[in-house]
């Protein structure tokens, strides 16, 4: 899944970056209203999932209410999502099955409490919510007259 994310992520910049920033700002009726919003918010989800995985990645600079400003522009975005995909990368690569055995207990900022979910369960979680954001992406860029960047897992080239 770290693979999958990585490749619709390269594919999903390559689009986004050929795009007038005000397309990407306008709001499309989305839950996070724009394209650049809801990218935002996906790697303000990834960064803060993945800094519960693993303590050396730290948690976004900026709370849940502000995960859709994360980045101004398409190009620091796509700077930081490039960074951020090898951190996941390198993550998965050294999970081991214990790894997904246990408890993870985090303090979740928008409930305003602790959780404890299991690991495994957490990490589906984690890779589910990439593919339901970039669905929206997907749908906006749709409705707005863009090519959509291939989304079938079995389509995944072997060296993505």
């Given at each position: ?28 009726g ?39 400003e994360l ?16 951190k ?22 928008m ?15 984690f ?31 072997k060296?993505?």
């Open positions: 899944m770290a693979r999958y994310n990585t490749w619709q992520n390269n594919q999903l910049t390559l689009i986004l970056e050929a795009m007038p920033q005000a397309e990407l700002d306008k709001d499309r989305a839950f996070f209203k724009s394209i650049m919003a809801t990218a935002n918010h996906l790697l303000w989800g990834d960064t803060i999932w993945l800094s519960r995985f693993d303590p050396s990645v730290p948690a976004p600079s900026v709370g849940a209410e502000q995960s859709t980045h101004p522009t398409i190009q620091s975005w796509g700077a930081d999502r490039f960074r951020m995909d090898g996941i990368r390198l993550w998965a690569d050294g999970l081991r099955a214990l790894d997904l055995k246990g408890d993870l207990t985090y303090f979740s900022g409930f305003g409490r602790e959780i404890t979910t299991s690991v495994d369960t957490s990490i589906v979680h890779f589910n919510h990439q593919t339901h954001h970039r669905g929206q992406i997907h749908a906006m860029l749709t409705a707005a007259g863009h090519k959509a960047p291939v989304s079938d897992l079995l389509l995944m080239p060296d993505a």
